[in-house]
């Protein structure tokens, strides 16, 4: 089985990004008068696109601020946390000098907008690991869209046959199957029925090294 390209999603794989997302909607909902929890935003929202997060909300609560208004609060608030908390995920330099070193092409697909990927690039240092950074902000459709990851795979010139994907969320691995690309589910919850469609679940990166889907006769070229 042959891959010349791994793509890796961003919030809940490179960065412990999740606990963020859910506190600034959390937040600013609060600000409008609005209670939500953290379950809430796992089970509505959690790996779309901003503008799908704040359309969800606006339409819930019948909100009197506009999407645009809370899209901007959302983002202040989650990039603030990132700049002055955000932590990388277990295992996540590992991999990519792992990949890198296997001579494998590196992208992400994220649903988070220019500025979250600035944050955290900026609070992760990670601006010369990847040779094609993908947005779904300048996608039609966002995850669970194949789009972003049909982009990917079309600025690094290869195959989806050819590409791994590494995922956190349902959403995220619909988009990526929607792809038709390998794709691996990383997550403590990695053995939760909704991810049966997963070609391969593990608990954290450090586990998706150690694995035997890594071993001699898996073959990068």
């Given amino acids: 089985m042959n891959k010349k390209a791994v793509i890796f999603d961003m919030d809940g794989v490179i960065i412990d990004s999740e606990p963020l997302w859910q506190q600034a909607q959390i937040e600013s909902l609060a600000g409008v008068g609005v209670s939500i929890t953290r379950q809430d935003?796992?089970?509505?929202?959690?790996?779309?696109?901003?503008?799908?997060?704040?359309?969800?909300?606006?339409?819930?609560?019948?909100?009197?601020?506009?999407?645009?208004?809370?899209?901007?609060?959302?983002?202040t608030k989650l990039c603030n946390r990132i700049s002055s908390t955000g932590e990388a995920m277990t295992g996540v330099y590992d991999a990519l000098s792992?990949?890198?070193?296997?001579?494998?092409?590196?992208?992400?697909?994220?649903?988070?907008?220019?500025?979250?990927?600035?944050a955290v690039f900026d609070r992760l240092q990670l601006w010369d690991k990847f040779s094609v950074i993908c947005s779904?902000?300048?996608?039609?459709?966002?995850?669970?869209?194949?789009?972003?990851?049909?982009?990917?795979?079309?600025?690094?010139?290869?195959d989806v046959s050819e590409c791994?994907?590494?995922?956190?969320?349902?959403?995220?691995?619909?988009?990526?199957?929607?792809?038709?690309?390998?794709?691996?589910?990383?997550?403590?919850?990695?053995?939760?029925?909704k991810f049966s469609k997963a070609d391969k679940c593990y608990v954290n990166l450090d586990c998706l090294l150690q694995s035997d889907l890594l071993q001699p006769g898996w073959t990068f070229r």
């Avoid at 509505?44 to 909100?63: F, H, P, Q």
């Fill in 136 to 158: 779904a902000e300048d996608e039609e459709h966002g995850k669970p869209s194949p789009d972003v990851y049909l982009t990917a795979a079309r600025m690094l010139k290869v």
């Fill in 41 to 75: 935003c796992e089970q509505l929202t959690m790996g779309k696109r901003v503008d799908e997060i704040t359309r969800i909300w606006c339409e819930m609560y019948a909100l009197s601020i506009s999407a645009k208004e809370l899209e901007n609060l959302i983002l």
């Fill in 164 to 193: 791994l994907v590494i995922e956190d969320s349902f959403v995220g691995m619909t988009a990526a199957k929607g792809a038709n690309m390998m794709t691996c589910i990383i997550s403590p919850y990695c053995q939760q029925s």
């Fill in 98 to 118: 792992f990949f890198s070193q296997q001579g494998l092409k590196l992208a992400l697909a994220t649903s988070s907008n220019h500025v979250v990927i600035k």
